[in-house]
T-cell receptor
Framework: EDQVTQSPEALRLQEGESSSLNCSYT??????LFWYRQDPGKGPEFLFT???AGEEKEKERLKATLTKKESFLHITAPKPEDSATYLC???????????FGRGTSLIVHP | ETGVTQTPRHLVMGMTNKKSLKCEQH?????MYWYKQSAKKPLELMFV???????ENNSVPSRFSPECPNSSHLFLHLHTLQPEDSALYLC?????????????FGPGTRLLVL
């Protein structure tokens, strides 16, 4: 059973159509929840780290939130250039190596 | 150069070849990682070095051999690979155990084994 599960696996949006990506985790004693963006054939690009339930972080059209069981990446009025795979990773207490989810592939149509 | 760099960016090799992937980080980090990324699969952790000591080897076949000569450089030596080893190989770095754990990734090496 995956410790980090992302949904949906794929998401198609029209430009301007806001939505949310989900990352649920079952790691013990969460020390950090990370979001990355990955473009095809490139390495993941760091977006956010969240440390405690209730925390929120924003960057341009993206906002990440965290609860005790899941994190959401909200995308407001997306543009085609937001198309990418979004990865989340959870860091368990006592470890410094995060567990990654399988990612959500986002396509934003103009 | 800034961040994490990887060379080469693309590599095609035969099953009998020997090649090496190189990673360099310019962030002053102490931990470095090799990941394998195949289509439709999550990132697979291969090796971890923390303060130049190998702390993780995730049951990786011996045809992959890591080397970490110092905390800024990481190599992955490849020999007698199989076609199923074709993937994107990613290097990452972080502050290391007990510190800020955010990982920063390089651009990756796209490997094709024929």
């Amino acid at each position: 059973e995956d410790q980090v599960t992302q949904s949906p696996e794929a998401l198609r949006l029209q430009e301007g159509e806001s939505s949310s990506l989900n990352c649920s985790y079952t790691v013990s004693g969460l020390r950090g929840l990370f979001w990355y963006r990955q473009d095809p054939g490139k390495g993941p690009e760091f977006l956010f780290t969240l440390y405690s339930a209730g925390e929120e972080k924003e960057k341009e059209r993206l906002k990440a939130t965290l609860t005790k069981k899941e994190s959401f990446l909200h995308i407001t009025a997306p543009k085609p250039e937001d198309s990418a795979t979004y990865l989340c990773a959870a860091l368990e207490g006592g470890s410094y190596i995060p567990t990654f989810g399988r990612g959500t592939s986002l396509i934003v149509h103009p | 150069e800034t961040g994490v760099t990887q060379t080469p960016r693309h590599l095609v090799m035969g099953m009998t070849n020997k090649k090496s992937l190189k990673c360099e980080q310019h962030l002053g980090h102490n931990a470095m990682y090799w990941y394998k990324q195949s289509a439709k699969k999550p990132l697979e952790l291969m090796f971890v070095y923390n303060f130049k000591e190998q702390t993780e080897n995730n049951s990786v076949p011996s045809r992959f051999s890591p080397e970490c000569p110092n905390s800024s450089h990481l190599f992955l030596h490849l020999h007698t690979l199989q076609p199923e080893d074709s993937a994107l190989y990613l290097c990452a770095s972080s502050q290391g155990e007990g510190n800020q754990e955010t990982q920063y990734f390089g651009p990756g090496t796209r490997l094709l084994v024929l």
